[in-house]
């Protein structure tokens, strides 16, 4: 008796589950994934034209071949361990692909004839939509097909398997189970068209790795003739159960969401009250207002209208940072109960290293398993919607997920399994939150995956308190405004894809603040650490933000060197511990101090004036909730330090004498800007010259010097009125013109050194973009590369894991994990590099090879030969901004 054909295999139980049986799950879960609103749209948007029953069904056999390959004798003998077949093993990608193409694209094998491929080409199924469902591994799959002759010898019979007799077996019951696709007529499919060809890669895909759940689909190792049914059905249960289907939602409502549903309150601001009026045909929407002025709310306000008519099934919210993500998730936690009540979504926190759906945690077990905290209640079916929490590759499979806009950057990039994430992510309303924070890399990347997520029919949210014109118009297609014009639009403003004309409040939305701006002709850590302490000892609350890492270390170790002992109080600490806010601190550490920056400038109406100081770097210009009475900060591009000055006067608090209107002290190098035109770098200005052109922080001193002129030449700035013209004024191309007209030729060409690497990184981005226009076939995924393209464009860091004998962190907090800047370790991996860790004087001190590394209260640094370990001895600044 011959071996049935397995698809799945499980060793640990000892079960097999037939190979007809595991296709037909797959072509399951993917036509009903085709058959939901927004699924179906999309691939109808991609396809240019309706889809007739008929091609779907043909689309559906053709899904059912997805792991054609597996039927090689090579592949089905790796699940008879111990028997002797004679063959070597095999996998199925490339396999997959021989049965269609060999002898030249010629399907003249038997086995091709007995799958109906003769079939597949009446049906206009050419070789690029064939490549596109075979590649569901992640990657395109390559050429590996061997002349016929050879190709005739590998696919034979082998021991106990007959190859001709299964080949005939999965032949018949694709046309009993599929009878519709082999009817006369019809409509060719489309071939040759990028946009559908790449979805449906993505969707075959996604259907896959559904599909492969034993959870849902329980093994069978003998052929089932019925078992079709049984497929379909157990499709219905997983669509359900992991969000994907999101009809019972939408349904379970006798009403529709209103505002106060979703946010608590009673009626939307103007600015939301303008996103509630956008036309549900607009593909891509920009918000710019205030910080602080809901523009959160108003983008789940425009999913909610979305969601309800039926345009998007999911929501991906893309937030700059991990720290903005994990504050952002318990708020959208929360609105999402509000909205569904008992049929509420389980929204994912979509950051690596953290596994939580809802309120709810989950800890990884071996083989992909996970447990969750509360597990024990017996109740599967929350377990199963938590499914998109458990690995970072499924995050936009969820009906609701918040995390880093790096998940979505990487569905544009050639990287693995980037079409299961565009496809997951094309029946979701992507939102972007603060798009003026990235640089040229980044911003091409975002760009490149807005443009094919609209290109299938998805829709977009973008949203930034403080975006130029010149980049509104790239984002949106639009033409860019002169200086005048773009100084005249009214703030906030709405805008879509499809106008060019801002939709605007009648009336002023906002509270005016009026900022005192004042410049501090110093960057010295002493003379920041003093201001700071005089301001703390009268009552205030002062946010101290430095550029780099090593300056704000600087600036701590300044004030406690000042800081007499009755001032011991005024320190930001965790616990008892005197401590300042930036990104190399232990994942752990992290939510701590999260923690205590918020409860040390927390926005309590009822909060005593106290005084405190809180040092860090741009971790803190967003994403917290924090509200300072004094703000120090160094000098930095428009757009940045309007978002720090954010963080100033956040709400209606009672203030200390002296400090009840909010002052902005701004430090500026002593000796001008023009000194950094060499190139030179200091505490984050300027930049230094490297391979690929200049790299920097904040690198364009034209944009700095006519910020410095801004903060100098207005002695008040009347805040949000004042946002447009501000942003305007130096970061259009026509005031940087004049200042070069001004101030000579150095400053044109510095400049064009930095328009020139910012080429280049847009260049770098170009190069490892997937180019859904062109056909899937055209689509190649360099080798070997992948570990090399980033959604952030600089070094790879290099995360160390200190498993065994765990120490104890600076607060009290075990430390299990912490991450290096990859310019430190350029030779060191963090997975095979010989790791020593040990206590030292309140700090934990790591040997890899002869590097040295020490982590205290400081956080992480780098330590030579005679140096204490106390700060940071390094004195250049990662080249990205410390996020």
Known sequence: MTRAPWGKFDASAGTRHHLAHHCADVAAIFRRLVMLPAFSARLEQAAGDAITDIQLERLTALVFLHDAGKLHPGFQARGWPGESWGVNPHGHVHEGLEIFLANDGVANLPLARSLHIDSLVGWGIAESLLRAVISHHGRPARNQVRNLSDAKQCWRSRGPYDLEAVGQEMGRIMCQWFPAAFEHGGTELPCDNGQFEHLICGLTTLADWLGSSAQWFPHMAQLDGTYIETAQKGAE?????????????????????CFSDLTGFSSPNPQQALVGEIDLNARAVILEAETGSGKTEAALWHYVRLFEAGRVDGLYFAVPTRAAAVQLHARIVNAAKRVFGKDTPQPVLAVPGYIKAGDVEGTALPHWRVLWDDAARGEPEKQHARWAAEHSKRYLAAQIAVGTVDQVMMGALTVKHAHLRAASLSRSLLVIDEVHASDAYMT???KALLDSHVAVGGYAMLMSATLGSTARAKWLGHSAPDFAAACAIPYPALWTSETDTAQSPEAPPYNSKHVAMETLVTMAAEATAERALTAARR????LVIRNTVDRAIE???ALEALAEPVDHGLLFRVGNVSTLHHSRFAPTDRKLLDQAVEAALNTDKHRAPEGR?????QTLEQSLDIDSDLLITDLCPIDVLLQRIGRLHRHKLARPAGFEEPRCIVMVPEGGLALLLKPAFENGLGAWRAAGGLQGVYRDLSVLELTRRLVEGDPVWTIPEMNRPLVESALHPQQIKALHEELGPAWSAYRDD???SELGDWLAASGVLIDRTKPFEKCAFPDGAEQKIRTRLGEDNVRLLLAEQVPVGPFGEPVTELVLPGRWCREISGEDAPLEHS???????????DAAFRYDRYGLARQRDGDNGSQSADGIADPVRDD
Do not use: E, P, W, Y
Request: aromatic share 0%.
């Open 237 to 257: 249960r997983a669509c359900i159960a992991v969000g994907l289907d999101a009809l019972r939602q939408r349904n379970a409502r006798n009403s529709a969401i």
């Open 444 to 446: 091409s990347v975002q």
């Open 539 to 542: 009552g205030a609350r002062v």
């Open 555 to 557: 600036t701590l170790s």
């Open 613 to 617: 100081i809180v040092i860090g770097t």
């Open 754 to 756: 930095v328009v020139g």
């Open 839 to 849: 206590k030292n004087c309140n700090a934990i001190v790591l040997s890899i090879g």
